[in-house]
């Protein structure tokens, strides 16, 4: 398993991440632990969590993924070993973060996620804490094939009415990095526009650099290629990303309309960003070709993710061990020319059905 480093930072990380986001709804503590043990066992060092998981967030489970993780990390005495990342929410109505009233990025929330984070991973510090959207009204995912309409122009004090300024959220992890509570700083779901902000204003001194990027990537959203491959790769901010599997439409499973029992798409209705016009056509055309090398879709899928020059980790998860091991197994794959001329020619007809 290689080990890439973090942006400018002295971290090593794994250049497969564990998810963790079905731990603690679709996943027992005990089956998260298994989990850990098997990706750990085959080199991985880094795994990524959230204040909202696990996925769909609800108020009664919101945070029992980093509880897993936190009583993995006490039974096997290794935090020292295991590099963590967790995330704060962005701007959300939702009202069971804060203690009933919705939530923003400003001091107090901020503080208020990341001394929970904390006391649910039983440490005393989080290696990376990103932001896991936008303070800003911008469409989900921040890097949309078309947009309707553009963000509002910041007035003079930095920001549109009721948005906090990028500024005044980059120096509250200033603080938590002075406290010794977080080692480095993160976005998630971010614009070409977003980033560069952040670095614009670290480079003024205001807070910490921002080493790393987590977005969506897969073979139906390789949007980040279009402006951010060229920002990160200029600016030393790695690539984090996540969705190689395209919450699982890109394992064949749900070829032909298929919705197995048991799966995330049967069980939720969370599917939309994978449903689009024409999206069904793109992933069975994408599956077949997998089958055509001899491969199962899924690791195929994840192989595509991880051979890609610009992506440090490729985050993945998994609901079984045996979907776990197929992931893993895909950094031992030797992508080939062959293999990303097929996918280009794909790509080149259908473009980003799924961003």
Known sequence: MQKRRLGRTDLLVSQICLGSMTWGQQNTEAEGHAQMDLAFSRGVNFIDTAELYPIPPKAETQGWTERIIGSWMKAKGNRDKVIIASKVVGRTANTWFRGDRPSKLVRADIFDAVEKSLAKLRTDYIDLYQIHWPDRDIPWGSNPTRVGAVARRADAAGA?????????????????VKAGKIRHFGLSNESSWGITRFLAESGKGIGPRVASLQNAYNLVNRTFEVNLAEVCEREEVSLLAYSPLAQGYLTGKYDHGARPQGSRSQLF????????????????????????FGMEPALF????VSSRPFVTANIVGATSVAQLDMALSSAEVTWTDEMQKAVDAIHQRVGNPCP
Do not use: H, K
């Open 160 to 176: 549109p009415a009721g948005e906090t300024p990028i500024a005044e959220t980059l120096a509250v992890f200033e603080e938590l």
């Open 269 to 292: 209705n969370r599917g939309q960003r994978y449903e689009t016009p024409n999206a069904a056509e793109v992933l069975l055309e994408y599956n077949e070709l997998a089958r055509s």
């Open 301 to 304: 899928a994840n192989a595509y």
